[in-house]
C-alpha cells in the first residue's frame, strides 16, 4: 500500500521558518508532479504550491508567492516546501499530494486531479 508521509509541522511565532517534507512509502513518485495543499478550519482545501515530474516547473498561489518555495529531490523521492515569512493566516494542515497523470509537463492547481494524499502536517502561527 503506498503512503505519503508529511513531516516538518509545527508551532512557530509570525515572521518565523518552517521546513516541510513529504516521502511516499511502497514506490516511487519520480515521474508526476507532486504539490501542497493546505486546509485551515472551516475552510476548503486549497492549492498551495506544486512542482512538476522533473523539477522544471513550479507554481504558488498568489497568497505565498515570494515566501514559499517548493522542491524535490527525485533520488529521495521526496518534495519539500520551505516557509519563510510565516503569517497567521498560513495557519492550517499541509498536505502532500500525487498528481494522477504521470509526466504532466505543468502543474495543476485542480485538487481533484490529485489522486493520492497524505494525512497531513500541523502548522500554526501565532501572531
Known amino acids: 500500500q503506498v503512503h505519503l508521509v508529511e513531516s516538518g509541522g509545527s508551532l512557530v511565532q509570525a515572521g518565523g521558518s518552517l521546513r516541510l517534507s513529504c516521502a511516499p512509502s511502497g514506490r516511487s513518485f519520480k515521474y508526476y508532479a507532486m504539490a501542497w495543499f493546505r486546509q485551515a478550519p472551516g475552510k476548503e482545501r486549497e492549492f498551495v504550491s506544486g512542482?512538476?515530474?522533473?523539477?522544471?516547473?513550479?507554481a504558488n498561489s498568489d497568497s505565498v508567492k515570494g515566501r514559499f518555495t517548493i522542491s524535490r529531490d527525485n533520488a529521495k523521492s521526496t518534495i519539500y516546501l520551505q516557509m519563510s515569512s510565516l503569517k497567521s493566516e498560513d495557519t492550517a494542515i499541509y498536505y502532500c499530494?500525487?498528481?494522477?497523470?504521470?509526466?504532466?509537463?505543468?502543474?495543476?492547481?485542480?485538487?481533484?486531479?490529485?489522486?493520492?494524499w497524505g494525512q497531513g502536517t500541523q502548522v500554526t502561527v501565532s501572531s
Open positions: 499530494a500525487v498528481d494522477g497523470q504521470a509526466m504532466r509537463e505543468a502543474v495543476s492547481t485542480t485538487r481533484s486531479l490529485y489522486t493520492i
Open positions: 512542482i512538476t515530474y522533473n523539477g522544471r516547473k513550479t
